[in-house]
């Protein structure tokens, strides 16, 4: 299912036991954990009926006593598992327990299992295990799909937007949805408070990065030249290209070279083909999750979740995603 039936499935009163959250898109899956949460707890004490588990310090005992604990003063518990980046560790341990886990879960348990993970692999036992509670969070690539998304996340923020809105955005953004949310609150800010963006605010707030040689900054990353990536980073941060919509490049890029590395395919002109699979060897698999990871967590950072400035977030990924 996609989030937005998923959204749909909760707003109508069903809430399954078990749910696999899963795909190369950071802010799709955010908003279906969200959604899940929102339903599962609505107002409940969040304190003693919600586990967050990291994958990679999980184990199979410890998981099973999360999902059988009774909540407090609510009528569900949450427990979300987080697959670690890499998929090493106690995670295969955990991936054995995990088809037995879910089948116990109905969708009368006092529990909901939610495990999320940044890449699908429907051969495996546990993925089946999910059977259809599988949400499937891949970031669209057409026009009119990047611009009903943002009808809806205009819809989700409670910004007003007049026609037209979206497909602007959609043309100047491209296929960041990261970028697309932060351009979109950018538009909404210009407009004003209680007024409608237009597509006039978007054309003066919003940078036309996808117009833009960002593909200097994925080149030299992808290529290892750390130097010259921090160069053409700090040009295109002094020249005006939002922080967010420059990590919403990389996330693009890095997710493509995943594609190719996990023998998938991207629809590209034959000289960038050739460009992105030359950089795709560079990575191995699980080293290209641990760059998605970083991507987010920045992006986490980008959103105050972090200290640092957000010209130093973007210099220190920029970094690690180049060695």
Partial sequence: MTPDALEAELD??????????????????????????????????SDFNFDRIEGDAASPGALR????????????????????????????????????LVREQGDAATSVLVVSAASLDRRTAWVKAFGDAVVECVAPTHARDLAAFV?????????????????ALAERVGASLLGLRSELEKASLLAGPGQKVSPRHVAESVS????????ELTDAIGEGRASDALSVLSKLLRAGAPAP??????????RKLLRLRSGGAVAAPPFVQRKLESQARRYAPARLHVCLRAIH???????????????????????GLSV
């Fill in 65 to 100: 006593d999360a999902v059988r604990m009774l909540p407090v003063f609510a009528q569900r518990r949450l427990v979300w598992l987080r697959e670690p980046a890499g998929g090493r560790g106690a995670w295969k341990s955990v991936c054995e327990a995990l088809p037995a």
């Fill in 297 to 319: 967590e920045t992006d986490e950072a980008l959103k105050g979740q972090g200290a640092l400035p957000h010209e130093l977030a973007l210099e220190r990924l920029v970094l």
């Fill in 151 to 167: 009808k809806r996340d205009a819809k989700r923020l409670g910004i007003a937007i007049e026609s037209g809105t979206a497909e």
């Fill in 245 to 254: 919509v420059v990590l919403g490049t990389l996330a693009g890029h890095f």
């Fill in 12 to 45: 109508a009163g069903r809430i399954r036991g078990a749910y696999l959250v899963a795909g190369s898109e950071p802010l799709l899956r955010d908003l279906a954990i969200a959604a899940l949460r929102r339903a599962v707890l609505g107002d409940a004490p």
């Fill in 208 to 215: 036309d990065l996808a117009e833009e040689p960002v593909w």
